[in-house]
Structure formats: structure tokens, C-alpha cells
């Protein structure tokens, strides 16, 4: 999606410990007419699998879901990052090793809202190692849901993520691909 | 707010501890349709005041703020919750006060998305001792922002937080004020 690598461009940050600073526009800082623009692009890669559910995990898929979701008349379902205490049978939990953070949490979500006939999209803001992607197909699949997709607006194409999921046999699309980048001179090469 | 009235009276629940479940719709699982509606009613009640910016906090108040802020053509800011270690000086922080989880936490802005030339409304689904709402007003006046407005989606009228906040000078408008309810009947009653 080439307005969305020249926003990179511009705007984004190439950090030490393979970190890249999009909070300008993505997941601090949301820029609304971005979204939009990222919404119509996953309704036109996804718009032919009969979505009846977004799923994507709080707190920074929160926005683009609901955005994207405009597209396909569906709600959005997040799951929550649980403190591992008190997670109750009426919820399907799965555990996630958060790079970001370096510690381990619980994602949850209410049995109510995923279910055995849904046909779930699932967005997020990144994909790095893949840990939070796996917890949400694997919370989709313990209601018995078919993951019909996965959308994703920036993904390190030079950490594992990408390959661990496609091997999972789940459809995945992402926006731009970073294949690597550089601190030193901020510079970013894409795939394409 | 009539429609929203309706749709608390059907899906909502009252639980014990004055607690009002309105996850199917509102804070897990997100009925979009129904945020454009909420959206259009701020821009109505908001849409004199100039807003470049809108505020909120993660999680829940994300996708109300996003589908929001179409109507008024600014970006979103959500404040995060850090677990106290490390605030660096780059950010804006406050202390907050969970009601529902029983602790404190900080809650974070990034310096470069709040200033003084900010005018800010302020989004959020619920009010009920108003900690969290009088986190993110501390955030705005810390960058020396102004805060034009406060739009919640639902008040917990018989809780102290609207006559806290409105004490303060702000400008609070919610759509629904619950003034008292029922977790034995599950009866309801809203504030005309």
C-alpha cells in the first residue's frame, strides 16, 4: 500500500532493538482518514469471504478494527490482556509471550461473543514474532471459529512472524512488509 | 440519548456492586453502527467548539473516539496505562485510580501529541467516580491544552464522578445518565 509506505516515510522512526516508532499516526496518536483508507484496503483483499466478526486484541488494533469494520457491516469483538488471575470459565483465555513488554499475559475474550459459526477477520496494528497473532487464532479456534483472514497493516518482514503464521495455513495480508531498516540512517526498505 | 436508552434497556445487565454489563454492544464486543449514531450525537452537542483533537484512554474508549472523531475531521490521542516503572520525561503522566480493578496506575501521553494550542474533547464510554476522566484533564492541562469538552457515552449519575467533573468548569454531556438500578429485577431508570 504505497500511501501507507510513504507515511512510513515520512513519518515514522527506525529505533535500536528493531523498533519502529509509528505512533505519530498509527498506535498512539490515530490518524482517522489513514484508517479509512486502511479500512477500504482490507475490504478490498477480504471483501469476498463473508466476514461476519472483526477480532483483534487491545489496545492499538482497537482503532483500525472499528474503522475497517465500517467496510464489512460487522461488530468488532477485542480481546483483553488479563492479569493471569481470575480468568473464569466463561471467558476462552490464551497465553501470549509479549516482545514488546518481555513478560507473559493472558488474552481473553467472553464465551458470548465467539462462536462456532463465525467467519472472523482478524486485524492488528503489527506483526513482528507473531505471539499475539497466534493467542487470537488460537482464541477463535477454542470457540470452534473459522479464521477466514488476517489483516495487518505493518508487518517486520525480518522477524519470524510472517512465516510462523503462513505455515499455520491462515490467510494473511499485509499492508507493507519491512523487510529491513536501519537505526543508524533511519532508512526502511520495503518488499514488494 | 433515545436509541441508546433502548439499547442499554434490552442488552444491558445489572449485576451486583452497581455494576451495568453492556459488553455485547459497547466495551468487548463493539456494535459500530451503533458508535456512528453515538458519533453524530457529540458532533451535535460538540460541533461549535473548534475541537482539533480528540482524547481518550484505552481500552474501551478507542473505537467510540475513532468512529467519533470522523465526524470532526481530527485525529484521536489515547492516553496509555503504564505500570509505573520507568515514566520517562517525555511523556505526560498521571495517577489514576481504578474502580473496577481496585489499584493505581499511571496513565501516559507522549509530550508530542498534546499542546498548547490543543483544543480537546475528551470521549469516553463510562462515567463513574470520575478518576479516569480526571486523569485525562490533568494529561490536557499538564500540556497546557484546553478542554473544550466531555462527551461519555453512559453516567452513573448516582455515582459522584458528573458532579466532581462539572465542579471543575468542564463541559460534561452524556448521552445516557443512569440514576439508579436494580441488579435484583434488573430495572433501570435513566435520567430524563
Same mark, same amino acid.
Given at each position: 500500500m504505497?500511501?501507507?509506505q510513504?507515511?512510513i516515510? *515520512?513519518d515514522?522512526?527506525?529505533?535500536?532493538?528493531?523498533?519502529?516508532?509509528?505512533d505519530?499516526?498509527?498506535n &498512539?496518536?490515530?490518524?482517522?482518514?489513514?484508517f479509512?483508507?486502511i479500512g477500504?484496503?482490507?475490504?478490498?483483499?477480504?471483501?469476498? #469471504?463473508?466476514?461476519?466478526?472483526?477480532l483483534?486484541?487491545?489496545?492499538?488494533g482497537?482503532?483500525?478494527?472499528?474503522?475497517t469494520? %465500517? $467496510? =464489512?457491516n460487522?461488530?468488532?469483538?477485542?480481546?483483553?490482556?488479563? %492479569?493471569?488471575?481470575?480468568?473464569d470459565? !466463561?471467558? $476462552? +483465555?490464551?497465553?501470549?509471550? /509479549?516482545?514488546? &513488554?518481555?513478560?507473559? $499475559?493472558?488474552?481473553?475474550v467472553?464465551?458470548? =461473543?465467539?462462536?462456532?459459526?463465525d467467519k472472523i477477520?482478524?486485524?492488528d496494528?503489527?506483526?513482528?514474532?507473531?505471539?499475539?497473532?497466534?493467542?487470537?487464532?488460537?482464541?477463535?479456534r477454542? !470457540?470452534?471459529?473459522?479464521?477466514?483472514g488476517?489483516?495487518?497493516?505493518?508487518?517486520?518482514?525480518?522477524?519470524?512472524?510472517?512465516?510462523?503464521? *503462513? +505455515?499455520?495455513?491462515?490467510? #494473511?495480508?499485509?499492508?507493507?512488509?519491512?523487510? /529491513?531498516?536501519?537505526?543508524?540512517?533511519? /532508512?526502511?526498505?520495503? *518488499? /514488494?
Amino acid at each position: 500500500m504505497k500511501l501507507l509506505q510513504e507515511r512510513i516515510l *515520512r513519518d515514522g522512526n527506525v529505533k535500536n532493538g528493531n523498533v519502529l516508532k509509528v505512533d505519530s499516526f498509527l498506535n &498512539h496518536q490515530m490518524d482517522i482518514g489513514l484508517f479509512n483508507e486502511i479500512g477500504k484496503e482490507f475490504k478490498k483483499i477480504f471483501g469476498d #469471504l463473508n466476514i461476519n466478526k472483526i477480532l483483534t486484541i487491545e489496545a492499538s488494533g482497537i482503532g483500525i478494527a472499528c474503522i475497517t469494520a %465500517q $467496510y =464489512f457491516n460487522v461488530p468488532v469483538v477485542f480481546a483483553k490482556k488479563a %492479569q493471569s488471575i481470575n480468568i473464569d470459565e !466463561a471467558v $476462552y +483465555s490464551t497465553k501470549i509471550e /509479549s516482545f514488546t &513488554h518481555r513478560k507473559a $499475559y493472558d488474552a481473553i475474550v467472553s464465551k458470548k =461473543f465467539l462462536n462456532a459459526n463465525d467467519k472472523i477477520l482478524i486485524i492488528d496494528d503489527f506483526l513482528a514474532n507473531g505471539c499475539a497473532l497466534a493467542g487470537l487464532i488460537d482464541l477463535a479456534r477454542s !470457540a470452534g471459529a473459522s479464521v477466514e483472514g488476517i489483516g495487518i497493516v505493518i508487518e517486520k518482514g525480518f522477524q519470524s512472524g510472517g512465516k510462523m503464521i *503462513r +505455515s499455520m495455513g491462515v490467510r #494473511l495480508e499485509s499492508l507493507v512488509i519491512v523487510d /529491513s531498516m536501519n537505526a543508524e540512517d533511519g /532508512s526502511i526498505v520495503f *518488499r /514488494s
